[in-house]
């Protein structure tokens, strides 16, 4: 098991919601790539999670999508380094990095309607286009 996991002072997930395991790293390492297990994949137990709101959970299955798991856990892997200790703090600090970006709440689009000038200058664009294109018409049509 690993130590909860802060997020920010007032938001720490648990150690029981986080799991992870370490397996072979890919790409080049010598004969030390075939021995170790240097890679580490951290999962956070999304669906049945007490630690987050709601709203917040929503969120972060949106910006993780791709990185949930048939279980809807979220799978965060690093092989950054060759040390399995400092590729787990990478993966942790991943993780944190996906839930505050989930914690803020996007601003609300406002409707905005386009001005008499957008309007006009669009307008006159296309009329300048379609000249264009008459005067490359054949003299005949």
Do not use: C, Y
Not at 103 to 114: E, H, I, Q, Y
């Amino acid at each position: 098991m690993s130590d909860p996991l802060n997020i920010h002072e007032a938001l720490t997930l648990p150690a029981s919601e986080l799991s992870w395991t370490a397996v072979r790293a890919s790409g080049p390492g010598g004969q030390n790539v075939n021995k170790v297990a240097s890679k580490v994949e951290l999962r956070f137990n999304l669906a049945s999670s007490q630690a987050l709101p709601q709203a917040v959970k929503a969120r972060l299955l949106a910006i993780a999508r791709s990185r949930i798991d048939a279980e809807g856990r979220l799978v965060v892997t690093s092989q950054l380094t060759r040390d399995r200790q400092r590729n787990l703090e990478d993966a942790r600090a991943k993780l944190a990095d996906l839930v505050r970006r989930a914690l803020a709440v996007p601003r609300k689009r406002k409707a905005t309607r386009p001005s008499l000038g957008a309007k006009r200058r669009r307008l006159e664009g296309k009329r300048r286009q379609g000249e264009k294109k008459t005067a490359r018409r054949a003299i005949g049509d």
